[in-house]
């Protein structure tokens, strides 16, 4: 067996109509191979379990094995990478997984994955609160700074507050897609996507439907050690991504909002159950011991102003920032004036936090 014929048999057992991701997995597992399965006769493909006699009848499709042969073809012109599950490359942090994608689609280059990656997913509404846009980028952006993945969806508002945040660290930003990695949703996040990694496991040309999306959530989850759940209502992908998490393993992390604000009830919810309460990425090397994050250059200030940034490890209200600092009040609103006219702090809700 050479890798090339496993992944084209992966790959036409994708095309192949009435077959998933699980009952792929299923056959892989049966007959060890992909190419074993799709060469198997009737009777032994009726002894696979979860495997119907419909699904059975229609291995061997060569409508399936044409399409994987011009997909091939595609992916070669566009630069894309394919993936097949077993083959080197295939990120063994999706074993955590009933339903691994049998073939994954990649364009650029994907980091090292193992079973316990250095990776965290970060992902929330679409209709984020400034609060939360500005502790999302906080985080990525230390954990970044920590040589850790940061992992999220692409989608607006938190997703792309901590993909932008992890990148302009210098960090590296993996993008979990709903559609095929060469149609990026939504649009305006194309000059983003370029910056990252993207991931999917829809053919070339394939556009976002709304079933993908929580099906996405699943491999955010299984790729990360852990997942934060930034802002999210009780009912959201976000919430499902914490589940997934669950149900692999991983540890769930939350970040608290406002009281009554429906965009904070699910984190809360998550918190009460026995989410890590996050509000720092220093809260997430912690958990999973992974160190301390480095500190933030700091550019070159004066003195009060220096204080006050070096303090702002997270959000932070006047008298936290007396206290961490010594500074009076007059020079601390002074200071704290000079950094926003800068761009460097913003107020949000009563508390101050780096932008």
Request: a neutral charge; one cysteine or more.
């Amino acid at each position: 067996m050479t890798d090339a014929a496993e992944l084209l048999a992966l790959l036409t057992l994708r095309f192949t109509p009435n077959l998933g991701p699980r009952r792929i997995e299923s056959l892989r597992t049966h007959f060890g191979t992909a190419q074993q399965a799709l060469t198997a006769n009737l009777v032994d493909l009726r002894n696979v379990p979860g495997l119907d006699a419909k699904s059975a009848a229609s291995i061997g499709d060569k409508k399936a094995a044409q399409q994987a042969e011009n997909e091939l073809q595609k992916c070669q012109q566009a630069g894309v990478t394919l993936i097949g599950r077993g083959l080197p490359s295939y990120p063994p942090a999706l074993d955590a997984l009933g339903d691994p994608p049998p073939v994954l689609w990649v364009l650029g280059e994907l980091p090292d994955l193992p079973t316990v990656p250095r990776s965290i997913g970060i992902v929330g509404t679409r209709t984020a609160s400034p609060y939360a846009r500005s502790l999302t980028r906080a985080i990525a952006g230390d954990l970044a700074r920590a040589d850790v993945v940061v992992i999220s969806g692409l989608a607006r508002g938190i997703d792309t507050e901590a993909h932008t945040a992890a990148v302009d660290a210098g960090g590296t930003s993996i993008g979990v897609l709903g559609s095929a990695v060469d149609r990026i949703y939504p649009s305006e996040n194309v000059p983003l996507s370029r910056r990252l990694t993207l991931i999917s496991e829809y053919p070339l040309g394939t556009g976002p439907q709304q079933h993908h999306f929580p099906t996405r959530n699943r491999l955010i989850a299984a790729m990360s050690s852990g997942v934060v759940i930034a802002e999210g209502e009780k009912k959201s992908g976000s919430m499902i991504t914490a589940t997934h998490a669950l149900e692999c393993g991983r540890t769930v992390f939350a970040v608290p909002g406002r009281a009554g604000d429906p965009r904070a009830a699910g984190p809360h919810k998550l918190i009460r159950e026995g989410a890590v309460l996050t509000e720092t990425a220093q809260d997430i090397l912690d958990e999973l011991n992974w160190g301390t994050a480095p500190s933030q250059p700091l550019p070159d200030l004066p003195p009060e102003q220096a204080k006050v940034l070096k303090a702002l490890t997270g959000p932070a209200t006047l008298d936290d920032l007396q206290v961490g600092t010594g500074l009076s009040l007059p020079e601390l609103q002074t200071a704290l004036v000079m950094l926003q006219l800068l761009g460097l702090v913003e107020e949000i809700g009563g508390r101050w936090a780096r932008r």
